[in-house]
């Protein structure tokens, strides 16, 4: 599956959410999806979480 129809696929099942369920579970799901995407990222390893702790910590990138 293309990246597009994946987002085609997303943004259709939010709408249908949006219009089922109200704003609030629209907003839970999208959520829940930004965390299940990130989780997919880190185990593809596409994420490096050791760089992110960094920044956040206020050590330096190698750069």
């Known amino acids: 599956m293309t990246p597009?129809?994946?987002?085609?696929?997303i943004a259709g099942a939010l709408a249908v959410c949006?219009?089922?369920f109200g704003f609030w579970a629209f907003v839970l799901v999208a959520l829940a999806t930004l965390v299940?995407?990130?989780i997919?990222?880190?185990v593809d390893g596409r994420v490096?979480?050791?760089a992110?702790?960094?920044a956040l910590r206020g050590r330096r990138s190698s750069s």
């Open 4 to 9: 597009t129809v994946t987002g085609a696929v």
């Open 18 to 20: 949006w219009v089922a």
């Open 36 to 38: 299940g995407a990130g």
């Open 40 to 42: 997919g990222w880190i």
């Open 48 to 50: 490096d979480v050791r």
């Open 52 to 54: 992110i702790a960094d």
